[in-house]
């Protein structure tokens, strides 16, 4: 489907058909954002020595105002986030399955990262409609964000590497 580093997800989509590309600054503050979560997540997630109980507590209350302030944005934006697809991503095309109800052409995609952060990234680029399956080639992003796109994009095909590794390492041997 595409060359070079990608990862297969779960996460909230929409398409928009002839949507105005989206703004540099809107892009890199997702970005930007969603960094610093994920940051967060892989410190929690390394083995080792337990935080303080003083830090945990911290971080649970820093977890709970997140969680918070996300739902209350996301009924200040009008409700529900789109239906989640299972993606592959990569750094110049995503591919997803669909089933009709698309408009082929340029447009742009509201793709949700992480779920604790209601604002989604916008991508521009152009859909085509292939076999049951919806293709976006994105379109040129400015260097900024696609320095923090390709970031992102080979932070999670990292991650879904080492998960494999793993998984290979813990199935028995036959």
Avoid: C
């Amino acid at each position: 489907m595409h060359e070079g580093p990608g990862f297969h997800a779960r996460r909230p989509l929409r398409w928009r058909a002839g949507a105005a590309p989206p703004a540099v600054e809107d892009q890199l503050r997702v970005l930007a954002a969603v960094a610093t979560l994920e940051t967060q997540e892989a410190i929690r997630s390394e083995p080792g020595e337990a935080p303080a109980p003083e830090l945990q507590a911290i971080q649970n209350r820093l977890d709970l105002l997140i969680t918070l302030v996300t739902q209350l944005t996301l009924r200040e934006l009008g409700g529900e986030r789109p239906p989640a697809a299972d993606l592959q991503i990569g750094v110049d095309r995503l591919h997803w399955p669909a089933d009709g109800g698309l408009e082929a052409g340029p447009g742009v995609l509201e793709l949700h990262l992480q779920a604790a952060y209601p604002e989604p990234l916008l991508l521009a680029g152009e859909l085509t409609l292939e076999d049951g399956g919806a293709g976006l080639r994105l379109a040129a992003l400015e260097e900024p964000v696609s320095d923090a796109w390709q970031k992102y994009v080979f932070r999670h095909h990292r991650r879904e590497l080492a998960r494999r590794q793993a998984a290979n390492e813990e199935a028995p041997s036959s």
